[in-house]
């Protein structure tokens, strides 16, 4: 039994350890993308997906940008989102469209952009929104990774949101602004 114990012990210690090294590696220059992780990226800021919210066809997700960094950072606009697939291949036949996009009326998602000017440590969100409406079996569009730049010219960030992105056949993802949450991490 105590080897039982000590194996088991051992297994989670070099499980912890992979786990933490796979963290804290979140460039990847040659794919032209970085991973959020512990460690704050070189441009200074971190995004983040929260949870799915799953309601009855209608999802949403929330992107939190985090200046890390230990200057200002400005963003203005929308973040720029790429879809990509389970083998990180770009997502054809969805069109990301700022605003809600006739999908449905969300508080915010509509308004137009203001400037955001975030201080070390505070957060910004900015939403997604789609139906999961399918028509058929062919077709149906599933997210796996995303990238999301948080404006134009910045090093997209690879996100894994939890459980995907299940577009199904509308090809609409609707993207809103950048907003201040009012809030820091």
């Known amino acids: 039994m105590y080897d039982t114990v000590l194996v088991a012990m051992v297994g989670l210690l070099v499980g912890a350890a992979i786990w933490t090294v796979t963290e804290v590696s979140y ?5 032209g993308w ?3 992780g512990p460690v704050c990226p070189e441009e200074g800021i971190r995004v983040t997906a929260g949870p799915v919210n799953p309601a009855m066809g209608l999802r949403a997700m929330d992107l939190t940008l985090e200046n890390c960094g230990t200057r200002a950072y400005r963003v203005q606009g929308y973040p720029e989102i790429r879809l990509l697939d389970r083998d990180q291949q770009h997502v054809t036949g969805v069109s990301v469209i700022h605003g809600s996009a006739g999908i449905a009326t969300v508080t915010g998602l509509d308004e137009p952009p203001a400037a955001v000017t975030l201080a070390p440590g505070e957060t910004a969100s900015a939403g997604l929104l789609w139906r999961n409406t399918t028509t058929g079996f062919e077709g149906a569009a599933y997210v796996h990774y995303l990238t999301v730049a948080a404006r134009s010219g910045s090093l997209p960030l690879l ?3 939890d459980g995907g992105l299940d577009l199904g ?8 602004p950048w907003r201040t ?3 820091t991490r």
């Open 159 to 161: 996100l894994t949101p």
């Open 27 to 31: 460039d990847d220059p040659a794919a």
């Open 169 to 176: 056949t509308t090809g609409r993802l609707g993207v809103g």
């Open 181 to 183: 949450t009012g809030g």
């Open 34 to 36: 970085s991973k959020p």
